[in-house]
């Protein structure tokens, strides 16, 4: 490290020599002397000061004109510089941010992807998007001993990596539920208390839970105050809306969470969505439920994944694929 009086010495024989000679060589150790003065941290208005500092050395009877231009220089840079120096701060502290931000993104594709499992009773299809980089929705598929598949989608009200953190939770809950919490609407109620214990007041979750039992091919369901989804049946070939009590997890202790329960023929569907698939915008305002379901007509003569994928991206062209919302859309259609 120069000390000043160095420093002020090395810069005015630099200074001299280029004004004399004008040559390449000034430049270049005028160069090494700048990104040595960057490591040590001097400030662009420090730079200017010396300059002028070393030109009234070099010429004392410089003009009053020049003079007063240098002065007015110097303050520019001084205002500059605190510009200057607040700018990389912010660009420093951005650059960190979205380092923490892929790190949570990379653990949330590791720790949270939902694997949708295989079965010979069930067409299942499912896709979730986030609208950025970390995804606010989430859902999560087991198969119990009896070969039941339950199925839980679930949204966090409030979005980046608080919710990624929620969701995590989420998660390792659903995973510690034992044997007792076989009804969606008793899960629902231990999930409530883990929230609500656990999460900020600001937080909140809305989820929809779902068991499949293949053996009474019947669909037993509750929900938070979840985005309600549909039950195709194709019997006569309409969709029904699923009609729930319940409201979001984390805000009440005690809430109860009604069960409801749905017989499955072959052929019929269960739709389940988040509010990223309802609130998709098109250039004419909203979607509508009904728009929703056109689309799904559209595609259900495809197996499910490619109904859920296809579906996906005609909402996505409707964005102007710019999505609004995490996006997640589940289907599970009886195949015998």
Excluded: W
Aim: with cysteine; hydrophobic share 35%.
């Amino acid at each position: 490290m120069y000390e000043v009086k160095e420093k002020e010495r090395i810069y005015k024989e630099i200074l001299e020599s280029y004004i004399n000679e004008n040559d390449e060589q000034s430049l270049y150790l005028g160069q090494q002397l700048s990104r040595q003065m960057i490591e040590e941290g001097v400030s662009p208005e420090e730079l200017v000061h010396l300059h002028v500092k070393v030109l009234m050395e070099l010429y004392p009877k410089l003009d009053e004109e020049m003079k007063n231009s240098f002065e007015f220089l110097l303050e520019m840079m001084m205002d500059y510089g605190i510009a200057y120096r607040e700018h990389q701060s912010l660009k420093n502290k951005q650059q960190q941010l979205n380092m923490e931000i892929e790190l949570a993104a990379s653990m949330q594709n590791t720790f949270l992807s939902g694997d949708v499992p295989c079965d010979k009773s069930l067409d299942i299809g499912a896709i979730s998007q986030p609208a950025k980089k970390l995804n606010g929705d989430y859902y999560h598929f087991v198969r119990d001993e009896n070969n039941r598949i339950s199925v839980a989608i679930a949204d966090v009200i409030g979005k980046g990596i608080p919710a990624t953190l929620c969701m995590s939770m989420i998660k390792y809950a659903m995973e510690s539920l034992t044997e007792e919490f076989k009804k969606p609407g008793a899960i629902l109620e231990n999930l409530n208390r883990v929230v609500e214990r656990n999460v900020d007041d600001s937080m909140f979750i809305t989820m929809f839970y779902g068991l499949y039992d293949p053996n009474e091919h019947r669909f037993y369901y509750a929900s938070a105050g979840h985005e309600p989804g549909f039950i195709y049946h194709k019997k006569k070939d309409e969709f029904v809306e699923f009609s729930t009590k319940g409201i979001v997890l984390g805000v009440e202790k005690e809430s109860v969470y009604p069960d409801y329960e749905v017989a499955i023929d072959p052929g019929d569907m269960i739709v389940l969505l988040s509010d990223g698939v309802t609130e998709c915008r098109s250039k004419d305002g909203f979607i509508e439920r009904h728009e929703i379901i056109n689309l799904i007509r559209k595609y259900q003569h495809l197996p499910s994944q490619q109904i859920v994928e296809e579906v996906y991206r005609e909402l996505e062209q409707m964005q102007n694929f710019e999505l609004k919302d995490d996006v997640t859309l589940i289907i599970l259609r009886r195949k015998v």
